[in-house]
Nanobody, 125 residues
Framework: QVHLVESGGGLVQAGKSLRLSCVAS????????VGWFRQAPGKERDFVAA????????YFADSVEGRFAISRDNAKKTVYLEMNSLKPEDTAVYYC??????????????????WGQGTQVTVSS
């Protein structure tokens, strides 16, 4: 069973930064894309960012473009989400997910079968 664990969430003031990590374990596919998603209270889960197997392929939601960065260390099976200039509207539970059948960064949601439990990010104004 593929297992994903997110970490790095917390409470920060607006304008500050956080770095989230997503570590995969178990029988991970040989190649896979990784996506970050978030869900605020009472809202649907939204796409945030994704990175393809080759780290040069990245994709961001308009709401975080220019503020967030995504990177990966395939040897460590770890993906990072660097969140800068955080805003109160970034407050949400952040989830990572992997898409084994997708090597690029723009993978449809149905190609993400494996999800972590999430990490809470709270940005105060």
């Amino acid at each position: 069973q593929v297992h994903l664990v997110e970490s790095g969430g917390g409470l920060v003031q607006a304008g500050k930064s956080l770095r989230l990590s997503c570590v995969a374990s178990g029988p991970t596919p040989s190649q896979y894309a990784v996506g970050w998603f978030r869900q605020a209270p009472g809202k649907e889960r939204d796409f945030v960012a994704a990175i393809g197997w080759r780290a040069g392929a990245t994709y961001f939601a308009d709401s975080v473009e220019g503020r967030f960065a995504i990177s990966r260390d395939n040897a460590k099976k770890t993906v990072y989400l660097e969140m800068n200039s955080l805003k109160p509207e970034d407050t949400a539970v952040y989830y990572c997910a992997i898409a084994p059948g997708c090597s690029g960064s723009q993978c449809p949601l149905y190609e993400y079968p494996y999800w972590g439990q999430g990490t809470q990010v709270t940005v105060s104004s």
